[in-house]
């Protein structure tokens, strides 16, 4: 089939599920999440709490609402995920001694520990995806952009 018939396929069908970006997107997604799901189970943490994780390994005792901006999260979505990791002794919250107002996140030494047991999942993740290096980045670019163009979208 040549691009001209494609075109006129997407055109002539554009409720089908098969067509659609956002069921692309969202398949992927949940291949995606099973993987990591595999991944995570030995560390004992759940996706999402991965992502903050990632956050405080990169860079520790920082704001719940620094978090919530680097995740696209809210404090309501966020604060839950921050009890479990607190619980399992992964994280510290405590109010700010500057503001009150702001709750700061510290790793605990056992969440700095949990970074090496994590270090191979960023591997394992481009391994089951297939892509070379310049398609994870090109890849990771694309969605990117993806994201910060439908941010803008009104």
Same mark, same amino acid.
């Given at each position: 089939?040549?691009?001209?018939?494609? @075109?006129?396929?997407?055109?002539?069908?554009?409720? !089908?599920?098969?067509? !659609?970006?956002?069921?692309?997107?969202?398949?992927?997604? +949940?291949?995606?999440?099973?993987?990591?799901?595999?991944?995570?189970?030995? =560390?004992? &943490?759940?996706?999402?709490?991965? +992502?903050?994780?990632?956050? =405080?390994?990169?860079?520790?005792?920082?704001?719940?609402?620094? &978090?919530?901006?680097? =995740?696209?999260?809210?404090?309501?979505? =966020?604060?839950?995920?921050?009890?479990?990791?607190?619980?399992?002794?992964?994280?510290?919250?405590?109010?700010?001694?500057?503001?009150?107002?702001?709750?700061?996140?510290?790793?605990?030494?056992?969440?700095?520990?949990?970074?090496?047991?994590?270090?191979? &999942?960023?591997?394992? &993740?481009?391994?089951?995806?297939?892509?070379?290096?310049?398609?994870?980045?090109?890849?990771?670019?694309?969605?990117? @952009? +993806?994201? @910060?163009?439908?941010?803008?979208?009104?």
């Amino acid at each position: 089939m040549n691009s001209n018939q494609d @075109d006129k396929k997407v055109k002539q069908a554009p409720l !089908q599920l098969d067509q !659609q970006l956002c069921f692309a997107l969202y398949s992927a997604n +949940l291949a995606m999440h099973k993987v990591y799901r595999q991944l995570l189970s030995t =560390l004992e &943490i759940t996706y999402p709490q991965y +992502l903050v994780m990632l956050v =405080l390994w990169n860079q520790d005792d920082v704001t719940v609402s620094e &978090i919530g901006e680097q =995740l696209f999260l809210d404090s309501a979505t =966020l604060t839950p995920l921050l009890k479990r990791l607190e619980s399992a002794g992964l994280l510290r919250r405590q109010r700010s001694r500057q503001d009150e107002r702001q709750v700061v996140v510290t790793l605990t030494d056992e969440g700095r520990a949990l970074r090496a047991k994590a270090a191979s &999942i960023p591997e394992a &993740i481009q391994c089951a995806t297939a892509c070379d290096d310049d398609a994870m980045a090109l890849l990771k670019g694309q969605l990117d @952009d +993806l994201r @910060d163009s439908l941010s803008r979208a009104k």
